[in-house]
């Protein structure tokens, strides 16, 4: 079986800082794994994937995540936050059962402040 | 250009009361799965379907039904709600359903039972 866990459930930032938010997963397989992020009321968006090749990524706006094999982790950065970034972050990993059956985290709120 | 659809967007049901949660989507997408959202505990698979005609249970598909008539359609089923069943839910779809292929979400529905 898959498992995620990120380790802050929630992140005070200032604007203009540098962010990292934490993802650790386990799994038996290959994995893909994902960073989605969810605004206030809206559902969840798709901000960068791993599936192969190159251990860095990026994603949308100004987001990059490293996948580090060794280590199992998957972190997400950022080197320089907005105020529009606060939203609830959430990693997820695949590659278990052969469809997109994700494995979720239980997220991360980045709380961004002026 | 909708992507994944659903209807209603909020609700209030009675212990034991039935109701369906409807999910669309215009993407012509295989692969169809809700989840459900409840604080801290991040997001939950609880059916999904690879194609029009196959449904298959995830994590936590007690007390919940569903169908999969048609590739666009993927409806949820409460047959006699339980406050158990307060939550959030979000219906998504990929292409492909693979397990490299992202979610595309639909801005979900929240669901009160008293």
């Known amino acids: ?114 | 250009n909708a992507g994944v659809t659903q209807t209603p967007k909020f609700q209030v049901l009675k212990t034991g009361q039935s109701m369906t949660l409807q999910c669309a989507q215009d993407m012509n997408h295989e692969y169809m799965s809700w989840y459900r959202q409840d604080p801290g505990m991040g997001l939950r698979l609880i059916h999904y379907s690879v194609g029009a005609g196959i449904t298959d249970q995830g994590e936590v598909p007690n007390g919940y039904n569903v169908s999969r008539s048609t590739t666009e359609d993927f409806p949820l089923r409460l047959l006699s709600a339980a406050p158990s069943q307060t939550s959030v839910y979000f219906c998504a779809s990929s292409s492909t359903g693979g397990d490299n292929s992202p979610l595309h979400f639909g801005n979900g529905t929240r669901l009160t039972v008293t």
């Open chain 1, 1 to 114: 079986a898959q498992s995620v866990t990120q380790l802050d459930s929630q992140v005070p930032v200032f604007e203009e800082a540098p962010v990292e938010l934490r993802c650790n997963y386990s799994s038996s397989v290959s994995v893909y794994l994902f960073w989605y992020v969810q605004y206030p009321n809206q559902g969840l968006q798709l901000l960068l994937k791993y599936l192969s090749g190159s251990t860095l990524v990026k994603g949308i706006n100004g987001f990059e995540a490293e996948f580090n094999k060794s280590q199992t982790s998957f972190h997400l950065r950022k080197p320089s936050v907005h105020i529009s970034d606060t939203a609830e972050y959430f990693c997820a990993v695949s590659g278990d059962s052969g469809y997109s059956t994700l494995t979720f985290g239980k997220g991360t709120m980045l709380l961004v402040s002026p």
